[in-house]
């Protein structure tokens, strides 16, 4: 009854910027870490950023400085804004939020179905 779904993927030029989101719906008690994943063509899924319901962020150092990511607890929404965009920085995008349900007494993680981020000239 957890739905985890990202927007905001799309083809941008190398320096340009996009804003992805990612929400949860459902019979949601509390969402503790959420995180944006990516995997690029040919490589393994890997960590970019994550956030905690406290505000306390990581970044992987290939996007330190370029990525924000940010939260809206309220709405149960993270959020991805990335500026200086480079061709590396193509993947697929993958949101996970640790949450818990009113149906159990630990936390599960979800994901969402991922989006496209294509950097390229």
């Known amino acids: 009854q957890v739905k985890v779904v990202e927007s905001g993927g799309g083809l941008v030029q190398p320096g340009g910027s996009l804003r992805l989101s990612c929400a949860a719906s459902?019979?949601?008690?509390?969402?503790?870490?959420m995180a944006w994943y990516r995997q690029g063509p040919g490589k393994q899924r890997e960590l970019v950023a994550n956030?905690?319901?406290?505000?306390?962020?990581n970044y992987a150092d290939s996007v330190k400085g370029r990525f924000t990511i940010s939260r809206d607890n309220a709405k149960y929404t993270v959020y991805l804004q990335m500026n200086s965009l480079k061709a590396e920085d193509t993947a697929v995008y993958y949101c996970?939020?640790?949450?818990?349900?009113?149906?159990?007494?630990?936390?599960?993680?979800?994901w969402g179905q991922g989006t496209q981020v294509t950097v390229s000239s």
């Open positions: 459902g019979n949601i008690f509390s969402i503790n870490v």
């Open positions: 956030i905690g319901s406290g505000g306390g962020t």
């Open positions: 996970a939020a640790d949450l818990r349900t009113y149906a159990t007494t630990y936390n599960g993680r979800y």
